[in-house]
Protein backbone atom coordinates (compact mmCIF):
# COMPACT_ATOMS: atom_id res chain seq x y z
CA UNK A 1 0.00 0.00 0.00
CA UNK A 2 1.27 3.26 -1.24
CA UNK A 3 2.34 5.74 2.16
CA UNK A 4 1.23 8.99 1.04
CA UNK A 5 2.77 12.19 2.54
CA UNK A 6 5.55 10.80 3.13
CA UNK A 7 9.00 13.77 3.46
CA UNK A 8 12.44 12.70 1.98
CA UNK A 9 15.79 14.40 2.76
CA UNK A 10 16.01 17.66 0.42
CA UNK A 11 19.01 17.36 -1.59
CA UNK A 12 22.10 18.89 -1.62
CA UNK A 13 22.61 22.39 -3.32
CA UNK A 14 26.08 21.64 -4.89
CA UNK A 15 27.85 24.94 -6.88
CA UNK A 16 25.26 27.32 -7.17
CA UNK A 17 26.88 30.45 -8.14
CA UNK A 18 29.68 30.38 -11.30
CA UNK A 19 31.71 32.55 -13.63
CA UNK A 20 31.28 31.15 -16.62
CA UNK A 21 33.29 31.72 -19.86
CA UNK A 22 33.17 30.69 -23.90
CA UNK A 23 34.41 27.70 -22.87
CA UNK A 24 32.56 26.85 -20.53
CA UNK A 25 29.13 28.39 -21.46
CA UNK A 26 28.05 24.88 -23.26
CA UNK A 27 28.59 22.75 -20.21
CA UNK A 28 27.58 25.21 -17.53
CA UNK A 29 24.64 26.65 -18.99
CA UNK A 30 23.31 24.74 -22.14
CA UNK A 31 24.01 21.59 -20.65
CA UNK A 32 23.17 22.16 -16.93
CA UNK A 33 19.85 23.53 -17.99
CA UNK A 34 18.76 20.75 -18.78
CA UNK A 35 18.03 19.66 -15.15
CA UNK A 36 17.77 22.98 -13.49
CA UNK A 37 17.25 26.18 -14.48
CA UNK A 38 20.45 28.40 -14.92
CA UNK A 39 20.16 32.08 -14.17
CA UNK A 40 22.85 33.69 -16.60
CA UNK A 41 24.15 37.34 -15.46
CA UNK A 42 25.86 39.44 -18.29
CA UNK A 43 28.00 42.11 -16.50
CA UNK A 44 31.04 43.92 -16.47
CA UNK A 45 33.40 45.31 -13.53
CA UNK A 46 33.42 49.51 -14.84
CA UNK A 47 28.94 48.89 -14.44
CA UNK A 48 27.74 50.44 -11.83
CA UNK A 49 24.10 48.80 -11.95
CA UNK A 50 25.65 45.32 -11.88
CA UNK A 51 27.33 45.74 -9.08
CA UNK A 52 24.24 45.75 -7.01
CA UNK A 53 21.76 43.29 -9.36
CA UNK A 54 24.37 40.90 -9.16
CA UNK A 55 24.54 40.12 -5.51
CA UNK A 56 20.65 40.59 -5.62
CA UNK A 57 20.67 38.05 -7.85
CA UNK A 58 23.21 35.77 -6.01
CA UNK A 59 21.00 36.07 -2.43
CA UNK A 60 18.01 34.69 -4.47
CA UNK A 61 19.32 32.52 -5.68
CA UNK A 62 20.97 31.02 -2.73
CA UNK A 63 17.50 31.32 -1.16
CA UNK A 64 16.29 28.92 -3.81
CA UNK A 65 18.24 26.28 -2.26
CA UNK A 66 19.32 24.34 -5.55
CA UNK A 67 16.20 25.26 -7.55
CA UNK A 68 18.11 27.35 -9.98
CA UNK A 69 21.53 28.17 -10.12
CA UNK A 70 23.59 31.02 -11.44
CA UNK A 71 26.29 31.56 -14.30
CA UNK A 72 28.50 35.29 -14.01
CA UNK A 73 29.12 36.28 -17.15
CA UNK A 74 32.32 39.44 -17.96
CA UNK A 75 30.92 40.68 -21.42
CA UNK A 76 34.95 42.17 -21.71
CA UNK A 77 36.23 38.78 -21.20
CA UNK A 78 33.26 37.11 -23.15
CA UNK A 79 32.33 39.52 -26.21
CA UNK A 80 31.24 36.30 -28.72
CA UNK A 81 29.09 34.89 -25.97
CA UNK A 82 27.55 38.32 -25.61
CA UNK A 83 27.26 38.74 -29.21
CA UNK A 84 25.60 35.27 -30.04
CA UNK A 85 23.32 36.50 -27.45
CA UNK A 86 22.40 39.83 -28.74
CA UNK A 87 23.61 42.10 -25.33
CA UNK A 88 23.29 45.07 -26.35
CA UNK A 89 23.40 47.22 -22.45
CA UNK A 90 24.51 45.88 -19.14
CA UNK A 91 23.29 44.26 -16.53
CA UNK A 92 21.33 41.66 -19.13
CA UNK A 93 20.31 38.71 -17.36
CA UNK A 94 18.73 35.50 -19.38
CA UNK A 95 17.23 32.57 -17.78
CA UNK A 96 17.66 29.07 -19.17
CA UNK A 97 15.46 26.31 -19.10
CA UNK A 98 16.26 23.08 -21.18
CA UNK A 99 18.92 24.71 -23.16
CA UNK A 100 16.96 27.94 -24.16
CA UNK A 101 15.91 31.10 -22.85
CA UNK A 102 12.68 31.73 -21.21
CA UNK A 103 12.97 34.84 -19.71
CA UNK A 104 15.11 38.02 -19.43
CA UNK A 105 15.70 41.20 -18.70
CA UNK A 106 17.75 44.46 -18.68
CA UNK A 107 18.77 46.76 -16.35
CA UNK A 108 18.71 46.95 -12.57
CA UNK A 109 15.89 45.63 -10.65
CA UNK A 110 14.18 46.50 -7.06
CA UNK A 111 15.06 43.34 -4.85
CA UNK A 112 10.62 42.99 -4.54
CA UNK A 113 11.14 42.36 -8.83
CA UNK A 114 14.80 40.00 -8.48
CA UNK A 115 12.94 37.70 -5.97
CA UNK A 116 9.81 37.57 -8.13
CA UNK A 117 12.06 36.74 -11.19
CA UNK A 118 13.80 34.23 -9.62
CA UNK A 119 10.44 32.51 -8.43
CA UNK A 120 9.27 32.23 -11.97
CA UNK A 121 12.82 30.63 -13.02
CA UNK A 122 12.19 27.62 -10.27
CA UNK A 123 8.46 27.46 -11.08
CA UNK A 124 9.48 26.98 -14.55
CA UNK A 125 11.80 24.33 -13.29
CA UNK A 126 9.01 22.54 -11.55
CA UNK A 127 10.46 24.12 -8.09
CA UNK A 128 12.83 22.28 -6.01
CA UNK A 129 10.83 21.20 -2.73
CA UNK A 130 10.09 17.37 -2.42
CA UNK A 131 6.19 17.12 -1.67
CA UNK A 132 6.73 14.19 -0.51
CA UNK A 133 4.52 12.24 -2.65
CA UNK A 134 7.41 10.90 -4.68
CA UNK A 135 7.16 7.36 -4.16
CA UNK A 136 2.90 7.29 -5.24
CA UNK A 137 4.13 9.46 -8.31
CA UNK A 138 6.67 6.81 -9.30
CA UNK A 139 3.88 3.92 -8.98
CA UNK A 140 1.49 5.61 -10.23
CA UNK A 141 3.96 6.54 -13.63
CA UNK A 142 5.02 2.87 -13.35
CA UNK A 143 1.33 1.93 -13.90
CA UNK A 144 0.89 4.05 -16.71
CA UNK A 145 4.04 3.12 -18.28
CA UNK A 146 2.00 -0.85 -17.76
CA UNK A 147 -1.03 0.02 -19.78
CA UNK A 148 -2.83 0.22 -16.07
CA UNK A 149 -4.12 3.70 -16.82
CA UNK A 150 -7.48 3.53 -14.40
CA UNK A 151 -5.02 2.77 -11.90
CA UNK A 152 -2.44 5.13 -12.37
CA UNK A 153 -5.52 7.76 -12.70
CA UNK A 154 -7.07 6.89 -9.11
CA UNK A 155 -3.31 7.32 -7.86
CA UNK A 156 -2.87 10.48 -9.29
CA UNK A 157 -6.60 11.64 -7.99
CA UNK A 158 -5.71 10.24 -4.60
CA UNK A 159 -2.03 12.24 -4.64
CA UNK A 160 -3.92 15.31 -5.73
CA UNK A 161 -6.52 15.16 -2.59
CA UNK A 162 -3.22 15.68 -0.60
CA UNK A 163 -1.23 18.04 -3.02
CA UNK A 164 -3.89 20.21 -4.86
CA UNK A 165 -0.80 22.06 -6.75
CA UNK A 166 0.93 18.79 -7.68
CA UNK A 167 2.04 19.19 -11.56
CA UNK A 168 3.02 15.73 -11.42
CA UNK A 169 0.19 14.31 -10.65
CA UNK A 170 -1.59 17.22 -12.94
CA UNK A 171 0.63 15.90 -16.08
CA UNK A 172 -0.10 12.48 -15.51
CA UNK A 173 -3.26 13.03 -15.11
CA UNK A 174 -3.16 14.16 -18.91
CA UNK A 175 -1.18 11.15 -19.85
CA UNK A 176 -3.72 9.04 -19.00
CA UNK A 177 -6.21 10.59 -21.05
CA UNK A 178 -3.66 10.60 -23.81
CA UNK A 179 -3.53 6.95 -23.70
CA UNK A 180 -7.03 6.48 -23.65
CA UNK A 181 -7.51 8.58 -26.93
CA UNK A 182 -8.93 10.98 -24.85
CA UNK A 183 -7.96 14.41 -26.15
CA UNK A 184 -10.25 16.80 -25.22
CA UNK A 185 -10.19 15.65 -21.61
CA UNK A 186 -6.52 16.20 -21.54
CA UNK A 187 -6.83 19.33 -22.57
CA UNK A 188 -9.81 19.61 -20.06
CA UNK A 189 -7.43 18.48 -17.30
CA UNK A 190 -4.85 21.28 -18.88
CA UNK A 191 -7.17 24.41 -18.39
CA UNK A 192 -7.98 23.28 -14.74
CA UNK A 193 -4.35 23.27 -13.46
CA UNK A 194 -3.61 26.03 -10.84
CA UNK A 195 -1.95 29.39 -12.05
CA UNK A 196 0.72 29.05 -9.89
CA UNK A 197 2.29 25.69 -11.30
CA UNK A 198 0.86 26.39 -14.90
CA UNK A 199 4.39 27.13 -15.96
CA UNK A 200 6.14 24.13 -14.60
CA UNK A 201 8.17 21.59 -16.14
CA UNK A 202 5.41 18.86 -16.38
CA UNK A 203 2.76 20.98 -16.95
CA UNK A 204 4.59 22.37 -19.90
CA UNK A 205 5.87 18.64 -21.39
CA UNK A 206 2.16 17.74 -20.97
CA UNK A 207 0.43 20.60 -23.28
CA UNK A 208 3.96 19.81 -25.52
CA UNK A 209 2.12 16.06 -25.27
CA UNK A 210 -1.22 16.95 -26.00
CA UNK A 211 0.10 19.02 -29.32
CA UNK A 212 2.17 16.75 -30.41
CA UNK A 213 -1.32 14.01 -30.10
CA UNK A 214 -3.00 16.55 -32.03
CA UNK A 215 -0.87 16.73 -34.89
CA UNK A 216 -0.51 12.89 -34.75
CA UNK A 217 -4.21 12.78 -35.90
CA UNK A 218 -3.39 15.12 -39.05
CA UNK A 219 -0.21 13.35 -40.44
CA UNK A 220 0.29 12.73 -44.19
CA UNK A 221 1.90 9.28 -45.28
CA UNK A 222 5.60 9.04 -44.38
CA UNK A 223 6.16 7.26 -47.82
CA UNK A 224 4.87 9.70 -50.05
CA UNK A 225 6.46 12.93 -47.99
CA UNK A 226 9.69 10.78 -47.92
CA UNK A 227 9.15 10.75 -51.76
CA UNK A 228 8.87 14.77 -51.97
CA UNK A 229 11.73 15.41 -49.82
CA UNK A 230 14.00 13.12 -52.18
CA UNK A 231 12.52 14.88 -55.21
CA UNK A 232 13.71 18.68 -54.08
CA UNK A 233 15.55 18.43 -50.77
CA UNK A 234 14.50 22.26 -50.83
CA UNK A 235 10.82 21.70 -50.22
CA UNK A 236 10.77 22.93 -46.64
CA UNK A 237 7.00 21.87 -46.29
CA UNK A 238 7.35 18.74 -46.87
CA UNK A 239 10.34 17.64 -44.81
CA UNK A 240 8.59 19.45 -42.04
CA UNK A 241 5.17 17.57 -42.78
CA UNK A 242 7.18 14.33 -43.08
CA UNK A 243 9.00 15.01 -39.23
CA UNK A 244 5.72 15.63 -38.03
CA UNK A 245 4.42 12.13 -40.06
CA UNK A 246 7.99 10.54 -38.69
CA UNK A 247 7.10 11.43 -34.91
CA UNK A 248 3.09 10.58 -35.10
CA UNK A 249 4.57 7.03 -36.51
CA UNK A 250 6.93 6.41 -33.71
CA UNK A 251 10.54 7.26 -35.64
CA UNK A 252 11.16 10.19 -33.24
CA UNK A 253 15.07 9.77 -33.84
CA UNK A 254 14.19 10.34 -37.62
CA UNK A 255 11.54 13.05 -36.96
CA UNK A 256 14.53 14.94 -35.11
CA UNK A 257 16.83 14.59 -37.95
CA UNK A 258 14.40 15.80 -40.37
CA UNK A 259 14.10 19.34 -38.63
CA UNK A 260 17.73 19.77 -37.69
CA UNK A 261 18.22 19.58 -41.22
CA UNK A 262 15.82 22.00 -42.02
CA UNK A 263 17.25 24.16 -39.34
CA UNK A 264 20.49 23.48 -40.74
CA UNK A 265 18.90 24.89 -44.65
CA UNK A 266 17.06 27.30 -43.22
CA UNK A 267 16.31 28.30 -39.74
CA UNK A 268 14.32 31.13 -40.50
CA UNK A 269 11.48 29.56 -42.19
CA UNK A 270 8.16 29.71 -41.44
CA UNK A 271 8.89 32.00 -38.33
CA UNK A 272 11.45 29.34 -36.97
CA UNK A 273 8.68 26.92 -37.25
CA UNK A 274 11.51 23.48 -37.40
CA UNK A 275 12.99 24.82 -33.93
CA UNK A 276 9.39 25.03 -32.57
CA UNK A 277 8.76 22.14 -33.72
CA UNK A 278 12.19 20.28 -31.85
CA UNK A 279 11.30 22.48 -28.55
CA UNK A 280 7.86 21.12 -28.54
CA UNK A 281 9.22 17.55 -28.94
CA UNK A 282 11.66 17.70 -26.39
CA UNK A 283 9.15 19.26 -24.54
CA UNK A 284 7.19 16.33 -24.37
CA UNK A 285 10.25 14.26 -23.41
CA UNK A 286 11.69 12.84 -20.16
CA UNK A 287 15.03 15.12 -18.90
CA UNK A 288 16.87 11.99 -19.32
CA UNK A 289 15.43 10.97 -22.56
CA UNK A 290 18.42 10.00 -25.05
CA UNK A 291 16.77 11.79 -28.22
CA UNK A 292 16.10 14.50 -25.78
CA UNK A 293 19.86 14.94 -25.09
CA UNK A 294 21.28 14.45 -28.19
CA UNK A 295 18.62 16.47 -29.95
CA UNK A 296 19.38 19.34 -28.03
CA UNK A 297 22.81 19.22 -27.79
CA UNK A 298 22.59 18.90 -31.60
CA UNK A 299 20.54 22.10 -32.16
CA UNK A 300 23.04 23.93 -29.72
CA UNK A 301 25.76 23.36 -31.22
CA UNK A 302 24.25 25.16 -34.41
CA UNK A 303 23.13 28.04 -32.26
CA UNK A 304 26.15 28.67 -30.84
CA UNK A 305 28.60 27.33 -33.55
Known amino acids: MLELGKTKAAPAAGDLIKDVSEATFMAEVVDASQTVPVIVDFWAPWCGPCKTLGPALEAAVTRAKGAVRMAKVNVDENQMIAGQ ?84 AYAGMVRAELALGDLDQAEAILNGVPAEISHAAEIEAAHAQLALARQARDAGPVTELRAAVEADPENHQARFDLARALYASGQGQEAVDELLELFRRDREWNDGAAKTQLFTIFDALKPNDPLLLSGRRRLSSMIFA
Open 85 to 168: MRVQSIPTVYAFWKGQPIDGFQGALPPSEVEAFVARVVAAGGGAADDGLGEALDAADEMLEAGAVTDATQTYAAILQEDPVNAR
